[in-house]
């Protein structure tokens, strides 16, 4: 387990700012240390605990881009077209019959090697059959549709770096390579609590004054797609010290707990007191709207993020604390979330010096071109405000004000996981 001093979160400033804590996990979190190994099948979104070299070059060797006809540069013809004969036929997977000779085109397959003596092909679409000859127009350039050995990647080249959270593309590649095991670290242990009298979980009876929980839910989906281990440890109820119990017996099982709610500062919300009673907790208030309560701090070694109860709010500062917490702990590469720009189709006013994030939807105007449409309603705990958008738009500390037409920041909900 990664094990934290009590004090690696600490932060002097009155209230954080978004990149303020983004920067702090990442340079205090200790990454876990154990690797395994997986098949290749089962290493979409693992962090690679190993650079991978190439052991071949890619292509590995030189082959023709399309269907055609292959000849030798020496042989392209000069100002009208010429026939030659044809003298063999290249297939993918097999063999040249032979090396091509002066005067000669050989019929060649996409992917095919090329045989000894050419360096070109014409593509069939350019050519004609005449007399048993082919006949190949001028202006060919010399080298044209061949992919050379090692044109994508050379031998010996660092192809992916440790600390890379795998995507398909990067699987792809190492098939390529035709390794089958890769080394990842293990994936990251999260606990995983909602706290709340008020709250049960799905499948149990409901009171008149009780929520079914989904943040929990969400959560551990959320948890899910970062490749994590998460144990689903329930609900916990508004007592200190059945808070404290429960935090302190999971903290040496795992590498992050995370729970939701009960980290305001009302009466009832007992989640700061629980923590400091058993470890070490910074509350942070964080320059971010919605979701500005969000506590983190240590508990035996084992880092804390306590997120809001409103959803979405709980949803927001997972993407900033959360994401980045998983990230550090596997040793991955820093991902940095980068907003496309789009249109605004709405207005809005916020205050300086925090970040907003305001739920929208994308659509065509009428000029062709793409804007985002804000939610019709405000509010932290509307659960369909991030059903029924496509993603945030994120509005710097620096904005006051935004008008239809303005150029602002879409992160679409896919890129944030």
Known sequence: ????????????????????????????????????????????????????????????????????????????????????????????????????????????????????????????????LEDGNVVLPAGLKPGANVRPAGEDIPAGHAALRAGRRLRPQDVALVAAFGLTQLAVVRRIRVAVFSTGNELVSPGEARGAAQLFDSNRFMLMAMLAR???????????????????????????????????????????????????????????????????????????????VGLPGNPVASFVTFVHVVRPTVLALAGAVPEALVPMPVRAGFSYKKKIARREYVRVSLRKAADGGVEAVKFLREGAGLLSSLVDTDGLVELGEDVTQVEPGQTVGFLPYASLL
């Open 1 to 128: 387990m990664a094990q934290l001093s009590d004090d690696c979160f600490a932060f002097g400033g009155p209230m954080m700012s978004v990149d303020e804590a983004v920067g702090l996990i990442a340079a205090r979190v200790t990454p876990v240390r154990e690797v395994e190994t997986v098949a290749l099948v089962n290493a979409d979104g693992r962090v690679l605990a190993r650079d991978i070299a190439a052991p071949l070059p890619l292509p590995p060797f030189t082959n023709s881009a399309v269907d055609g006809y292959a000849l030798s540069s020496r042989d392209l013809p000069q100002g009208n077209e010429q026939a030659f004969p044809v003298g063999g036929r290249v297939q993918a997977g097999g063999d040249a019959a032979g090396p091509v000779r002066p005067g000669q085109a050989m019929r060649i397959f996409t992917g095919a090697p090329m045989p000894d003596g050419a360096d070109t092909v014409f593509m069939q679409e350019d050519v004609r």
């Open 226 to 304: 970062l490749g994590c281990e998460v144990s689903d440890l329930g609900i916990l109820r508004d007592d200190r010290a059945a808070l404290a119990r429960g935090l302190q017996q999971v903290a040496a099982r795992h590498d992050l707990i995370l729970t939701t709610g009960g980290v305001s500062t009302g009466e009832e919300d007992h989640v700061k007191a629980a923590v400091e009673s058993v470890g070490k907790l910074v509350l942070w208030r964080m320059a971010i709207k919605p979701g500005r309560p969000v506590a983190m701090g240590v508990i035996g070694g084992t880092p804390f």
